[in-house]
């Protein structure tokens, strides 16, 4: 099931469902299409918990990537569950008709990533392998004192293969690297690119005078990738309205009141200033203050005021009010057009990011119990400039800090070579912040050894805690909102009134000024105009909404532990994470599976300052796997994720969060043909997903393709993808086993309603085409 955020759980060879329970992804969430040798691979065999059966295709290119919906803060690549062939509706998705709609205002972020992509694994739930033999010989064929080198082939790849910041660094494997692009018709175009090269890999395995074997290995490592710096999404929504504008004329002359006999007026003058009216908003942004209540009119004002029509005075007097408003309100609808529109568009931003690391593990063991420690250290940078300065000093000191060391006392009995696997995948279920970079690692661990009479019982607990250091992405987002109006047509008059004259005839006119009050029926000799035109212009109005996401890498410190038995592992962990506020969590969460098929998962994970990405989280689920007959089965399961404190402020805007989740899963595995059926039930939690079902399937057209696709035929979402279909093909050319994965997804995006009550949505395709080499 589903992890809380921020919460890898890098352990076991697991089988996940074609689609997990939708955890909550942030709007940067990317994943990449992936797809496993065999999708029939029966449930018992392989390797045990916390070794990665090596996978045929395209993977994640690295921890971190360039996506369109994979945030950096969430795991991605190495956890129980792979990624989903379609994902539900992920919370940025559910959210986007929210903040396009001028009535509702809200969070945005929607992935159009056919890197949501990926081939399914046989299980729903995660489900730990354990091996019963414990046949683990880490000694040379002759060891002596003196070390002996051992080639990476001669012992089990359980042993050999070590995870970095959520990939799998095999013994005999030299290097790796992956280059792709995606591209749609509503994002930008974006390459991205992975690579990894290991080199000065040693091993070699030497026996104490105290009977104590030492097997030693280490390599270096260099690695490079894009990351994401900045995602900007805009939608513009675009309405057909007729914009009501108001011409409003005003004189009131009459005898000056100090008695001189001079005619005055008891208006101020103010008058529009037409060339200075925002051709956007329609709105005046200049009106001149011509006169003052008091001013004497002049005989030649006098006159022209007193012909037929409005005026405002002559010689460069300018008196009354002549005020133009052309945008005074604004009705659904025009002539030219029957509803409105939506435009949607994400443009994504990406850095370099290098690491440099030396990974050290060493495996001491006596008669009856053995120690491994595992130490990875090196600098890793974001080659961005606004980076905190901090991260560049912890890069710099990372390969000064210690190499830890395992311990056993020596015995007067050899060496027992039958050490516990599960030592190992204790070392492998260390949990390490998903989507970052690894600055510091270094763990011990230790377990029991089984003596040759013990083999075929049950494998003893071994336990290993670690602390970590390292730099995980922290994003913040801002929000902008704009409205212009555009297609401005010619004013057309709807009303128009009005009349002027003096004595019994003036029109009756009310002035106040200042708190003032002059009435045209308390004044004497007066002479007063009147005009008022009411107009309407057809037009377009356009809202702009935009939402920019920034990610910045922070210091990180977790201290993490795990204890694994034969069919269960139970992990521990705590951390502070800085950023524009400290965060600090703590947590833990079980799994494990029984003998006769049935899974269970289960943790908790709670902050201290939670966040829109990070925030308190409790998850279960359970499954049971049914065989049918040879490499077929049946597995159903169900899990929830509750969000507990999600924060959904972004500046003055209250979002509901849409984090939480019921599910329901069912998965037929008919060997080479797999379907998969996946239904979240909406409105049982706090902060739900909305309801949708998705149906997905995958076909292994032998070893060297295998087709995937997936569709919703059922949807409450806002937005979320509808279908999709993906290819991988394994290209035989040489020793770099290329794999080729081709991905096509369309996503629906539903804006709520246009201002005539007309639903109002749009659909994206978005293609992703991913090379990677291994050698």
């Given at each position: 099931?589903?992890?809380?955020?921020?919460?890898?759980m890098?352990?076991?060879?697991?089988?996940?469902?074609?689609?997990?329970?939708?955890?909550?992804?942030?709007?940067?969430?990317?994943?990449?299409?992936?797809?496993?040798?065999?999708?029939?691979?029966?449930?018992?065999?392989?390797?045990?918990?916390?070794?990665?059966?090596?996978?045929?295709?395209?993977?994640?290119?690295?921890?971190?990537?360039?996506?369109?919906?994979?945030?950096?803060?969430?795991?991605?690549?190495?956890?129980?569950?792979?990624?989903?062939?379609?994902?539900?509706?992920?919370?940025a998705?559910?959210?986007?008709?929210?903040?396009?709609?001028?009535?509702?205002?809200?969070?945005?972020?929607?992935?159009?990533?056919?890197?949501?992509?990926?081939?399914?694994?046989?299980?729903?739930?995660?489900?730990?392998?354990?091996?019963?033999s414990?046949?683990?010989?880490?000694?040379?064929?002759?060891?002596?004192?003196?070390?002996?080198?051992?080639?990476?082939?001669?012992?089990?790849?359980?042993?050999?293969?070590?995870?970095?910041?959520?990939?799998?660094i095999e013994?005999?494997?030299?290097?790796?690297?992956?280059?792709?692009?995606?591209?749609?018709?509503?994002?930008?175009?974006?390459?991205?690119?992975?690579?990894?090269?290991?080199?000065?890999?040693?091993?070699?395995?030497?026996?104490?005078?105290?009977?104590?074997?030492?097997?030693?290995?280490?390599?270096?490592?260099?690695?490079?990738?894009?990351?994401?710096?900045?995602?900007?999404?805009?939608?513009?929504?675009?309405?057909?309205?007729?914009?009501?504008?108001?011409?409003?004329?005003?004189?009131?002359?009459?005898?000056?009141?100090?008695?001189?006999?001079?005619?005055?007026?008891?208006?101020?003058?103010?008058?529009?200033?037409?060339?200075?009216?925002?051709?956007?908003?329609?709105?005046?942004?200049?009106?001149?203050?011509?006169?003052?209540?008091?001013?004497?009119?002049?005989?030649?004002?006098?006159?022209?005021?007193?012909?037929?029509?409005?005026?405002?005075?002559?010689?460069?007097?300018?008196?009354?009010?002549?005020?133009?408003?052309?945008?005074?309100?604004?009705?659904?609808?025009?002539?030219?057009?029957?509803?409105?529109?939506?435009?949607?568009?994400?443009?994504?931003?990406?850095?370099?990011?290098?690491?440099?690391?030396?990974?050290?593990?060493?495996?001491?063991?006596?008669?009856?119990?053995?120690?491994?420690?595992?130490?990875?250290?090196?600098?890793a940078?974001?080659?961005?400039?606004?980076?905190?300065?901090?991260?560049?000093?912890?890069?710099?000191?990372?390969?000064?800090?210690?190499?830890?060391?395992?311990?056993?006392?020596?015995?007067?009995a050899?060496?027992?070579?039958?050490?516990?696997?599960?030592?190992?995948?204790?070392?492998?279920?260390?949990?390490?912040?998903?989507?970052?970079?690894?600055?510091?690692?270094?763990?011990?661990?230790?377990?029991?050894?089984?003596?040759?009479?013990?083999?075929?019982?049950?494998?003893?607990?071994?336990?290993?805690?670690?602390?970590?250091?390292?730099?995980?992405?922290?994003?913040?987002?801002?929000?902008q909102?704009?409205?212009?109006?555009?297609?401005?047509?010619?004013?057309?008059?709807?009303?128009?009134?009005?009349?002027?004259?003096?004595?019994?005839?003036?029109?009756?006119?009310?002035?106040?000024?200042?708190g003032?009050?002059?009435?045209?029926?308390?004044?004497?000799?007066?002479?007063?105009?009147?005009?008022?035109?009411?107009?309407?212009?057809?037009?377009?109005?356009?809202?702009?909404?935009?939402?920019?996401?920034r990610?910045?890498?922070?210091?990180?410190?977790?201290?993490?532990?795990?204890?694994?038995?034969?069919?269960?592992?139970?992990?521990?962990?705590?951390?502070?994470?800085?950023?524009?506020?400290?965060?600090?969590?703590?947590?833990?969460?079980?799994?494990?599976?029984?003998?006769?098929?049935?899974?269970?998962?289960?943790?908790?994970?709670?902050?201290?300052?939670?966040?829109?990405?990070?925030?308190?989280?409790?998850?279960?689920?359970?499954?049971?796997?049914l065989?049918?007959?040879?490499?077929?089965?049946?597995?159903?399961?169900?899990?929830?994720?509750?969000?507990?404190d999600?924060?959904?402020?972004?500046?003055?805007?209250?979002?509901?969060?849409?984090?939480?989740?019921?599910?329901?899963?069912?998965?037929?595995?008919?060997?080479?043909?797999?379907?998969?059926?996946?239904?979240?039930?909406?409105?049982?939690?706090?902060?739900?997903?909305?309801?949708?079902?998705?149906?997905?399937a995958?076909?292994?057209?032998?070893?060297?393709?295998?087709?995937?696709?997936?569709w919703?035929?059922?949807?409450?979402?806002a937005?979320?993808?509808?279908?999709?279909?993906?290819a991988?093909?394994?290209?035989?050319?040489?020793?770099?086993?290329?794999?080729?994965?081709?991905?096509?997804?369309?996503?629906?995006?539903?804006?709520?309603?246009?201002?005539?009550?007309?639903?109002?949505?749009?659909?994206?395709?978005?293609?992703?085409?991913?090379?990677?080499?291994?050698?």
């Amino acid at each position: 099931m589903q992890e809380p955020p921020d919460q890898a759980m890098p352990a076991p060879v697991l089988e996940a469902a074609v689609v997990p329970t939708p955890a909550p992804m942030p709007p940067e969430q990317t994943t990449t299409v992936m797809f496993s040798q065999s999708a029939s691979r029966a449930a018992d065999g392989g390797e045990g918990p916390g070794y990665r059966q090596p996978q045929s295709s395209v993977g994640q290119a690295d921890s971190v990537q360039v996506g369109g919906e994979a945030s950096p803060e969430y795991p991605s690549t190495y956890s129980e569950l792979d990624p989903a062939i379609a994902p539900t509706c992920p919370l940025a998705d559910c959210a986007e008709d929210s903040i396009a709609n001028p009535e509702i205002p809200g969070l945005t972020g929607v992935s159009t990533q056919a890197s949501d992509l990926a081939q399914p694994q046989p299980e729903i739930t995660a489900q730990p392998r354990f091996s019963r033999s414990q046949s683990m010989d880490v000694r040379a064929p002759d060891a002596t004192v003196a070390p002996t080198a051992i080639a990476p082939g001669a012992l089990s790849p359980v042993v050999t293969s070590i995870p970095v910041d959520g990939e799998l660094i095999e013994a005999d494997q030299a290097g790796r690297a992956a280059v792709g692009v995606q591209l749609g018709d509503d994002r930008s175009t974006n390459l991205t690119f992975s690579g990894r090269a290991v080199f000065d890999r040693t091993l070699e395995s030497s026996t104490t005078a105290g009977n104590v074997t030492v097997l030693r290995q280490s390599q270096r490592l260099l690695r490079g990738q894009n990351v994401l710096r900045q995602r900007q999404l805009s939608i513009t929504r675009q309405d057909p309205v007729t914009v009501l504008g108001q011409h409003i004329q005003t004189t009131l002359l009459a005898d000056c009141l100090d008695g001189s006999g001079a005619v005055c007026t008891f208006t101020p003058g103010l008058v529009t200033d037409r060339d200075r009216i925002d051709p956007d908003t329609l709105q005046p942004t200049q009106i001149d203050q011509t006169s003052n209540v008091g001013d004497v009119v002049s005989h030649a004002s006098l006159a022209a005021i007193q012909t037929p029509g409005f005026q405002g005075g002559a010689e460069g007097q300018a008196l009354g009010l002549d005020l133009y408003f052309p945008n005074t309100t604004t009705l659904a609808g025009n002539g030219r057009a029957t509803g409105g529109t939506a435009q949607r568009y994400e443009q994504f931003d990406t850095v370099p990011a290098i690491a440099y690391s030396e990974i050290f593990q060493t495996v001491v063991a006596n008669a009856d119990q053995a120690a491994l420690a595992r130490t990875i250290r090196g600098p890793a940078v974001v080659l961005d400039a606004d980076q905190p300065v901090i991260n560049f000093a912890l890069a710099a000191i990372a390969l000064l800090l210690p190499e830890v060391q395992p311990f056993v006392p020596s015995s007067d009995a050899p060496s027992n070579p039958n050490l516990n696997q599960g030592l190992f995948f204790a070392a492998n279920n260390t949990r390490i912040p998903a989507n970052s970079l690894t600055l510091y690692q270094a763990g011990v661990g230790s377990s029991a050894t089984p003596s040759a009479s013990e083999t075929g019982q049950n494998a003893p607990w071994a336990n290993f805690n670690a602390v970590w250091l390292g730099l995980s992405p922290v994003t913040e987002r801002s929000y902008q909102a704009s409205r212009r109006f555009a297609n401005v047509g010619s004013p057309r008059t709807l009303f128009s009134a009005g009349g002027e004259g003096g004595g019994l005839n003036a029109p009756q006119t009310l002035s106040v000024v200042n708190g003032e009050i002059f009435a045209s029926s308390s004044l004497s000799n007066v002479y007063s105009q009147n005009y008022f035109t009411l107009f309407a212009q057809e037009a377009d109005r356009l809202d702009r909404f935009v939402q920019t996401d920034r990610i910045s890498y922070h210091p990180h410190l977790s201290l993490t532990g795990n204890v694994t038995g034969e069919s269960s592992i139970f992990r521990y962990y705590a951390g502070t994470l800085a950023g524009p506020t400290l965060q600090a969590y703590g947590g833990g969460n079980v799994q494990g599976q029984t003998a006769d098929g049935f899974a269970y998962q289960a943790g908790l994970i709670g902050y201290i300052n939670p966040s829109y990405d990070r925030y308190s989280n409790l998850s279960a689920g359970v499954s049971q796997r049914l065989p049918l007959g040879d490499r077929q089965k049946l597995t159903l399961g169900t899990g929830f994720n509750w969000a507990l404190d999600q924060n959904t402020t972004l500046q003055d805007i209250e979002q509901q969060s849409q984090g939480s989740d019921v599910t329901l899963q069912a998965r037929l595995d008919l060997g080479d043909f797999t379907l998969g059926a996946t239904q979240v039930v909406g409105d049982l939690l706090p902060n739900s997903q909305a309801s949708r079902t998705v149906l997905d399937a995958v076909v292994n057209l032998g070893p060297d393709l295998t087709l995937a696709g997936f569709w919703a035929p059922f949807d409450n979402a806002a937005s979320a993808p509808q279908y999709g279909l993906a290819a991988d093909v394994a290209l035989r050319m040489g020793t770099l086993s290329p794999h080729l994965v081709v991905s096509w997804q369309n996503t629906l995006y539903r804006y709520g309603a246009d201002l005539l009550g007309n639903a109002l949505s749009t659909r994206s395709n978005t293609v992703e085409v991913l090379l990677k080499l291994d050698w």
